[in-house]
C-alpha cells in the first residue's frame, strides 16, 4: 500500500508541475439596505463568491437575505460577471451584473426573477482583507418591485493552486 | 476533457488551507405548532488550526407545514483536540431566516445562532459531529432549544501559494458547476407549472462518482419565494470524444411556494442528463427526471438546460 501510496504521489507531482496555476478567488460578507420604494423591506445580510476567469474578468454567484423590515424569509440568489480594476496599491473598484431568483409573499416579486447590478470599492484593510462599500439596482422584471441598494462589508481574497 | 482524480494518503503541509463541510440534520424543540425538522449544510473554513469561519445553510424537512422555512448564516466556530480522534466545537453565528409559516416566529428574519459539542474523526477526512445550541430571532417569537448532528468531510486546497512551490503531496481534483434552468408542473389538478434557476455542485471522488449540493429558486410562475435545496450524489462521464451523459439523486428540501402541497418540505429528485463538451470547460446538456415531495403532493417530472463548467483544484490530503 505503501509503494502505491507513492507511486501516486510521485504521478501527481509529475503531472502537476506543467501544468499548475493559480485562480482568484474573492468572498464579500456584507450588510445591504434597500433604499427607495423598498415596502418595508430595509436590511438583509449576504455573501457573494467570485472567482476570476481572467484578471480582471470574474464569475460572481452569491444570496442574501432579509434581517429588518418584518420581511423574515426574503431572499435572493444571483450570478453573474463583474470586472474589477485596481486604483492604487490598496484600492480596487469593480462593477458586476446578475440575475437571479428572490421572493416573498409581502412583495410584488411576479415569478420571481430578478435582475441587479453593483458597483463599488474596496479598500485593503489588512494582507487579503478588505472592506468595501458598494452601490446598485435590483428590479424584478415581471414584477413591481424596483430598489436602489447599498451594501457595506468586508472581503476576503485569496489565490488558488489549480492544475489545469 | 479527462475527469479524473489521484488519490494518494499523503501528509499536509503547514501551506494548506483546512475545511471541514458538514451535512447537517437540526431539530428545533419548539416553535409556534410543535417541533421543526431541518437539514442543510455547514462550510468551515480554517484560519489556523482551529479557528474557523463558517457558512451555512439549512432548510426545513421536517415538522407541520414547515415547507420553505430556512435560515442560512455566516459565523465563527472552533475545533479543538482533547482526546485522539475527539475535538470540541462550536460556533456562533449571525443569519437571516424565514418561511414556512412562520412569519411571527422570524420577524424581520435577523437570527442568531450558538452551538457547543463534539466531533469525531472517523479517519482523517470523514468524521460525525454532535451540538446543542441556542436558536433566537431576535425580531420573532421563535426562541428555541436545538440539537445537531452531522456527517463532516474534510479536505484542504492551497491558498495564496507559490506556483513554483508546488506542494509534493498535492493531488488532483475535479468539480463540476452546472447552472441550471427547470421546469416542473407544481399543481397537478390546474396544471400550474414553475421555472426555477439555480445549480449543482459535484466534488468527483473517482473518475466519474460525485456527491455534492443543489440548489434552486424560482423564476417564472407565482410561486416566487419558492426554493429547493439538496445533497446530490451521481455519475458524470464523456464517451464519444464530446459527449456528456450524467445520472443522479437528490434528497433535501423545498418550499416557500405558498401551499400546503409542499407538505413538511422533504423532497427528493432524481435526474438525466445527455449533453456535448463545448471545450474542456464548458459543457451544454439538457436533462430529464423526477421530483416529489414525500410527505407533500407534488410529484412531477422535471425537465431543462445545464451549462456546465469544470473545475481543477490542487488539493492536499491527510496522513
Redesign the interface.
Known amino acids: 500500500m505503501k509503494i502505491i501510496?507513492l507511486a501516486?504521489?510521485f504521478?501527481?507531482?509529475i503531472?502537476?508541475?506543467p501544468l499548475?496555476?493559480?485562480e482568484r478567488h474573492i468572498e464579500h460578507?456584507y450588510y445591504e439596505n434597500y433604499l427607495g420604494d423598498n415596502q418595508g423591506l430595509t436590511?438583509?445580510?449576504g455573501?457573494y463568491h467570485d472567482t476570476y476567469i481572467s484578471p480582471h474578468v470574474y464569475?460572481t454567484?452569491g444570496?442574501a437575505?432579509?434581517?429588518?423590515?418584518?420581511?423574515?424569509?426574503?431572499?435572493t440568489?444571483a450570478?453573474g460577471l463583474g470586472y474589477s480594476a485596481p486604483l492604487n496599491a490598496d484600492l480596487e473598484w469593480d462593477a458586476k451584473v446578475m440575475?437571479?431568483?428572490?421572493?416573498?409573499?409581502l412583495i410584488e416579486?411576479?415569478?420571481?426573477?430578478l435582475t441587479q447590478w453593483q458597483t463599488g470599492l474596496r479598500h485593503r484593510l489588512a494582507d487579503?482583507f478588505y472592506g468595501e462599500i458598494r452601490y446598485g439596482g435590483l428590479n424584478?422584471p415581471?414584477?413591481n418591485y424596483s430598489v436602489n441598494t447599498l451594501s457595506y462589508g468586508v472581503a476576503v481574497d485569496?489565490?488558488?493552486?489549480?492544475?489545469? | 476533457m479527462a475527469i479524473g482524480v489521484l488519490m494518494g494518503t499523503v501528509p499536509v503541509t503547514s501551506s494548506s488551507t483546512q475545511h471541514v463541510q458538514t451535512i447537517v440534520f437540526e431539530h428545533y424543540f419548539t416553535s409556534d405548532n410543535g417541533t421543526i425538522g431541518m437539514g442543510g449544510f455547514t462550510f468551515d473554513t480554517f484560519l489556523n488550526d482551529s479557528l474557523f469561519y463558517r457558512l451555512s445553510v439549512l432548510e426545513a424537512v421536517g415538522g407541520v407545514n414547515r415547507a420553505g422555512y430556512a435560515v442560512a448564516g455566516f459565523g465563527v466556530g472552533w475545533l479543538t483536540p482533547v482526546a485522539p480522534r475527539w475535538n470540541w466545537t462550536g460556533a456562533l453565528e449571525v443569519g437571516a431566516g424565514g418561511g414556512g409559516h412562520l412569519t411571527e416566529g422570524t420577524g424581520g428574519g435577523l437570527s442568531f445562532k450558538y452551538q457547543t459539542g463534539l466531533h469525531y474523526s472517523i479517519n482523517p477526512e470523514w468524521g460525525w459531529a454532535v451540538s446543542m445550541g441556542w436558536l433566537d430571532f431576535p425580531d420573532g417569537t421563535l426562541h428555541t432549544p436545538i440539537v445537531s448532528t452531522g456527517l463532516t468531510w474534510r479536505h484542504w486546497d492551497y491558498r495564496n501559494t507559490d506556483t513554483d512551490a508546488v506542494p509534493k503531496e498535492a493531488i488532483k481534483s475535479v468539480q463540476v458547476l452546472t447552472l441550471d434552468h427547470k421546469s416542473f408542473i407544481y399543481n397537478q389538478d390546474s396544471g400550474e407549472t414553475i421555472s426555477l434557476i439555480g445549480g449543482r455542485f459535484r466534488k468527483f471522488i473517482t473518475p466519474t462518482i460525485y456527491w455534492g449540493e443543489a440548489g434552486y429558486a424560482a423564476i417564472s410562475g407565482k410561486r416566487h419565494g419558492y426554493i429547493e435545496g439538496a445533497l446530490i450524489g451521481g455519475i458524470r462521464s464523456i464517451f464519444m470524444d464530446r459527449l456528456v451523459w450524467d445520472l443522479g439523486v437528490g434528497i433535501g428540501a423545498g418550499g416557500g411556494g405558498g401551499d400546503s402541497r409542499e407538505g413538511d418540505g422533504l423532497m427528493v429528485q432524481t435526474y438525466a442528463e445527455l449533453g456535448y463538451s463545448l471545450t474542456d470547460r464548458w459543457a451544454l446538456s439538457y436533462q430529464v427526471g423526477t421530483m416529489s415531495f414525500v410527505n407533500g403532493d407534488i410529484n412531477s417530472t422535471v425537465s431543462g438546460l445545464n451549462l456546465g463548467y469544470t473545475l481543477w483544484s490542487v488539493q492536499g490530503a491527510a496522513k
Open positions: 501510496s501516486l504521489i504521478s501527481a507531482s503531472l502537476l508541475t499548475i496555476g493559480t460578507f436590511g438583509l445580510i455573501y464569475f454567484v444570496t437575505w432579509a434581517t429588518t423590515g418584518f420581511h423574515g424569509g426574503y431572499g440568489a450570478l440575475v437571479g431568483a428572490g421572493g416573498h409573499f416579486a411576479g415569478g420571481g426573477i487579503h424584478y415581471n414584477g485569496y489565490s488558488v493552486l489549480t492544475w489545469k
